[in-house]
């Protein structure tokens, strides 16, 4: 069995570090992350610098990242703008779109209700698969938020559902807040068997804030799922949950999947040696365990 690492640390988990890190030391993160075995590699956002300061460097970055065979640098695009910056880029053919389960994140994060966030993401896939490129959608809250509390399983899946039909390869399910347990993850699975969405067309997004990230991945993992959403060393705590443990550690993930025996092609320790070169940087240590572990034979 095989597993593919989608890993956002360079956008999700540095758009959520207070710190500002300089465009030389991403570049020397992502190729780093390419030379511990990862091959899909978020790079970053072309959401408007105003709101996302720590990633206004997006077109830059992008020019000067090393051409890897068989390594993809996908990129967030929250509307048609960043499409417009993301088109005119050499080289990007992996976009991402940020879609909401509910209601109150729809309004608070994209000013939108659920329904006209369709509207919004309709023009923005559509333009994008006439570039050749491929789309994926985020589906945030997909367990609970923290305005609404608990969502619906079935709420989730026609959200996700109607990203599926603007014409996105691929569903990554969020659990924002990591408030998810692997009972809700089977109760979501169901619900998306049930609106007609197998495995092979979803990914998991799962947050450690209450130590439940890999008891969900393994669960998502027995029922097919074979894309999973990780952060080298943990990095990026979310915004919208207490505590500053966000998402599940890339180190964290492959040294369960190592014990499995499931391939992902990474190499922890080069991993976690990134990872804790970074912390450095970041001024926090990391909060993956593994890369804690792992830091004193380094
Ligand atoms: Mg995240």
């Not at 993160?29 to 460097?57: C, M, N, Y």
């Not at 393994?218 to 949950?241: E, N, Q």
Request: charged letters at 20%.
């Amino acid at each position: 069995m095989r597993v593919t690492i989608y890993e956002v640390g360079p956008r999700d988990g540095l758009q959520n570090e207070s710190a500002v890190v300089p465009v030389e030391v991403k570049r020397e993160f992502i190729g780093r992350l390419a030379e511990a075995g990862l091959t899909t590699i978020e790079a970053t956002s072309f959401v408007h610098p105003k709101w996302v300061p720590q990633l206004a460097d997006a077109g830059e970055l992008l020019e000067s990242l090393p051409r890897v065979p068989g390594v993809r640098y996908p990129v967030l695009v929250p509307n048609e703008r960043g499409l417009d910056r993301a088109t005119l880029q050499q080289g990007v053919t992996d976009i991402a779109i940020f879609g909401s389960a509910t209601e109150s994140f729809a309004q608070r994060n994209l000013n939108r209700t659920v329904e006209s966030q369709f509207e919004m993401f309709a023009p923005v896939v559509a333009r994008a698969l006439a570039h050749g490129m491929r789309v994926r959608a985020y589906v945030s809250m997909c367990f609970a938020d923290p305005w609404e509390g608990p969502v619906a399983p079935e709420q989730v899946a026609r959200v996700g559902r109607r990203l599926l039909d603007l014409g996105c390869c691929e569903l990554s399910l969020g659990d924002t807040i990591g408030v998810g347990t692997p009972r809700h993850v089977e109760a979501l699975l169901d619900a998306f068997a049930e609106a007609g969405v197998g495995p092979d067309r979803l990914a998991v997004h799962f947050h450690d804030t209450y130590g439940q990230a890999l008891a969900n991945t393994l669960t998502a993992l027995k029922r097919g799922i074979t894309v999973v959403d990780s952060s080298a060393g943990g990095i990026g705590g979310c915004p919208y949950a207490k505590s500053a443990t966000g998402n599940l550690a890339t180190e964290d993930l492959v040294w369960m999947l190592d014990g499995l025996g499931v391939e992902t092609g990474v190499d922890v320790r080069s991993l976690a040696a990134t990872s804790l070169w970074l912390a450095e940087i970041l001024g926090r240590p990391s909060p993956s365990r593994v890369v804690q572990a792992l830091a004193k034979e380094i």
